[in-house]
Each structure stands twice: as structure tokens, then as C-alpha cells.
């Protein structure tokens, strides 16, 4: 495993990130897998209401 380069958007250099570092974060992802899940958002579909005067639905 090599050390991590963190680049900003305008290409300077903002951190490095040690292979003890990243081996850390292996065990802990190992550990609970959940801490590094990418969305989580938890999103509630919209709610249909068939009374309401914008449910506008083509045929």
C-alpha cells in the first residue's frame, strides 16, 4: 500500500495521508463497514395524495 496525495480543486497539495494511517482505517472499516457507506442520506419518497389538485398525470 503506497501513501494517499489530497489534492484541493485548484491542484495544491493538502494533505498526505501515512500507510500507518491507511491501515488503521482498513481495520476499522473490517470492524463496521457502516461508518464509511458513501449516501447516508436517507431520503423519504414523496407522498402521493390522490386528493390534491398537483397530481397531474398524463395519459
Do not use: A, C, H, W
Amino acid at each position: 500500500m503506497n501513501e494517499v496525495k489530497v489534492f484541493d480543486s485548484s491542484g495544491n497539495l493538502k494533505k498526505v495521508i501515512s500507510v500507518s494511517q491507511l491501515n488503521i482505517r482498513e481495520k476499522l472499516q473490517m470492524e463496521t463497514p457502516s461508518i464509511f457507506r458513501r449516501n447516508n442520506k436517507t431520503v423519504k419518497p414523496p407522498e402521493k395524495n390522490p386528493d390534491s389538485k398537483d397530481n397531474t398525470e398524463k395519459p
